[in-house]
């Protein structure tokens, strides 16, 4: 009769184990939902225009394109009719997107980065419909970082 010995045994444990440890994380965006990643890929861009504006003395602007469903980091100033997006993010289906104290220019909402690092600030309320979970991204006219709250 044929068996494995305790050492083949730890052997193909020890393997798959290095396997799980290497493969992971690679893996880990397929398991985690859109509803904890697209709040933290919002505050990613409203960061990346402030430093985007602070490094390159021009002014920002995140943008919220209400009928494409997206938020648009573009150079200001800009044409109304054809802004050089630099970045779009995709606002999720199941997400609802209120705002407040943003400013308007023509047809859009957004935040203002100045090329010396304050913004004109605001605040993104992000609703997931499917999870009924609210977040708040609070936008600080000052050089401080986006804070993110979790309201639920």
Do not use: W
Not at 99 to 113: C, M, S, T, W, Y
Request: aromatic share 6%.
């Amino acid at each position: 009769m044929k068996a494995f010995t305790l050492l083949e045994l730890l052997v193909v444990m020890l393997l798959m184990a290095l396997a799980f440890g290497l493969l992971a994380p690679r893996l880990g965006h397929l398991v985690s939902s859109r509803e904890t990643t697209f709040p933290e890929a919002l505050r990613s861009l409203l960061q990346e225009a402030r430093s985007a504006a602070l490094t390159n003395h021009e002014n920002y602007l995140v943008l919220i394109e209400a009928e494409e469903r997206a938020f648009l980091l573009i150079k200001a100033p800009f044409d109304p009719e054809e802004p050089e997006i630099l970045e779009r993010l995709a606002i999720p289906e199941e997400i609802e997107v209120k705002v407040a104290r943003l400013i308007k220019i023509e047809d859009f909402q957004g935040v203002l980065f100045l090329a010396d690092g304050t913004s004109s600030g605001g605040e993104i309320e992000l609703i997931n419909r499917d999870k009924a979970r609210r977040e708040l991204l609070v936008v600080p006219q000052s050089l401080f970082f986006v804070e993110r709250r979790i309201l639920e």
